[in-house]
C-alpha cells in the first residue's frame, strides 16, 4: 500500500487566491520530507526540505514566501502556495525519506486561471 | 552543475518487445544512480539503484548497469508488458539513498500495447 499520500490530487484555483497542499507519512515517522516541483516535459525539481518542528530549507531560486511549509507533525507537511497566479501552474510532488529509499506521494496538479 | 538527460518519449512498444531507455549523467565525483517508476495515479517508486561504476541495478527484469567511462545508466528490459506502461525517471544523488536531494531527469514515458 501507499507508503505517502498527498491530497489533494488536483485543484484548480482562482489567480490570487492561495491552495494547501497536505503530505502525509504513513508508515514512517519523518522529521524530514521534501517538496518537489515538475512542469511539464521537465525534470522534478527539489524545492524544498521541510523540517518537522524548525523553519523549511528553500533551495536556490525558490520564493519562501511564495511557497510556506509547514511541518507540524512527524506524520504531516504541508505546502502553501500563496497568492496564486497562473505560473505557478505545476505538478508538486512530496518525499519522505524511508530505510535506503525516498518514498514518493502520488503528487498534486494545481492549475491556477 | 549536475544534471541528468534522458532520451524523450514517448516510447511505444509492442508487448515482449526489447526495452532501451537511455540515461546520461553529468555530475563531479562518483554519484549513486537511481531509475524511477511511475504507474498511473501513484508515486514515483524505486525501481532500482546502483552506488558505484560498473554496479549493476536490477529489479522486475529490468536492468541498468552504471557506466562511469561513457556516464550512462541506460535501463533494459528483454520482454515488456503492457504493465510496464509507466513513466521512468533517471536520477543521480551524491548523498545516500533516501536523500532528497536527488537531481532527475526528465521522465520517459513508456507505452506497451498488446
Known amino acids: 500500500g501507499a507508503v505517502v499520500s498527498q491530497h489533494p490530487s488536483w485543484v484548480i484555483c482562482k489567480s490570487g487566491t492561495s491552495v494547501k497542499i497536505e503530505c502525509r507519512s504513513l508508515?514512517?515517522?519523518?522529521?524530514?520530507m521534501f517538496w518537489y516541483r515538475q512542469f511539464p516535459k521537465q525534470s522534478l525539481m527539489l524545492m524544498a526540505t521541510s523540517n518537522e518542528g524548525s523553519k523549511a530549507t528553500y533551495e536556490q531560486g525558490v520564493e519562501k514566501d511564495k511557497f510556506l511549509i509547514n511541518h507540524a507533525s512527524l506524520t504531516l507537511s504541508t505546502l502553501t502556495v500563496t497568492s496564486a497566479h497562473p505560473e505557478d501552474s505545476s505538478f508538486y510532488i512530496c518525499?519522505?525519506?524511508?530505510?535506503?529509499?525516498?518514498?514518493f506521494g502520488e503528487g498534486s496538479r494545481l492549475t491556477v486561471l | 552543475g549536475d544534471s541528468v538527460t534522458q532520451m524523450e518519449g514517448p516510447v511505444t512498444l509492442s508487448e515482449e518487445a526489447f526495452l532501451t531507455i537511455n540515461c546520461t549523467y553529468t555530475a563531479t565525483g562518483y554519484p549513486s544512480l537511481f531509475w524511477y517508476v511511475q504507474y498511473p495515479g501513484e508515486g514515483l517508486q524505486l525501481l532500482l539503484k546502483a552506488t558505484k561504476a560498473d554496479d549493476k541495478g536490477s529489479n522486475k527484469g529490468f536492468e541498468a548497469t552504471y557506466r562511469k567511462e561513457t556516464t550512462s545508466f541506460h535501463l533494459e528490459k528483454g520482454s515488456v508488458q503492457v504493465s510496464d506502461s509507466a513513466v521512468y525517471f533517471c536520477?543521480?544523488?551524491?548523498?545516500?539513498?533516501?536523500?532528497?536531494?536527488?537531481?532527475f531527469g526528465q521522465g520517459t514515458t513508456l507505452q506497451v500495447k498488446p
Open positions: 536520477a543521480l544523488s551524491h548523498g545516500s539513498s533516501n536523500t532528497g536531494k536527488l537531481i
Open positions: 508508515d514512517f515517522q519523518a522529521t524530514t
Open positions: 518525499s519522505v525519506p524511508g530505510t535506503g529509499e525516498l518514498f
